[in-house]
């Protein structure tokens, strides 16, 4: 199941990325190269996006005070360190993705108007 589909943005571009399997992985590629090969190979699996996504609601809890009751935030490695985020929230908090294969940049634009933004690892939020 691709949970992005229609999300994720080329910003090379401006086509959508479309959901591929590729060696036993859900993973996303620019239509535009995968379908003409017009565009960069830029290929991003889908557990790194929900990995991304899942610690910015994790940021936002705490942030809030839901669910914290004076707990430390650590960010997780994994999504199935998650144990109250769930598939459909991650899915339903993404308003699109915008991925730049020149600069090798993904940002995330979330319903509540904030924003992740990742170049070379580094994770902004």
């Known amino acids: 199941m691709y949970l992005f589909s229609k999300k994720i943005k080329c910003s090379s ?3 959508n990325f479309k959901g591929i399997k590729e060696r036993n992985k859900e993973k996303y590629i620019c239509s535009s190269y995968s379908n003409y090969g017009k565009c960069i190979r830029q290929v991003i699996e889908q557990n790194r996006i929900v990995y991304l996504v899942a610690n910015h609601l994790e940021i936002d809890k705490v942030k809030t ?8 935030m650590t960010l997780r ?3 199935e360190d998650y144990d109250q985020i769930t598939l459909e929230q991650v899915m ?5 993705i915008n991925i730049d294969p020149i600069n090798k940049t993904i940002e995330i634009l979330y319903n ?3 924003r992740t933004f990742v170049s070379d690892d580094q994770i902004y939020f």
Do not use: A, E
Request: charged share 25%.
């Open 13 to 15: 571009c401006g086509k």
């Open 65 to 72: 005070g839901v669910g914290t009751s004076g707990s430390k």
């Open 112 to 114: 509540d108007n904030t």
């Open 77 to 79: 490695t994994k999504v």
């Open 92 to 96: 339903n908090s993404v308003k699109q």
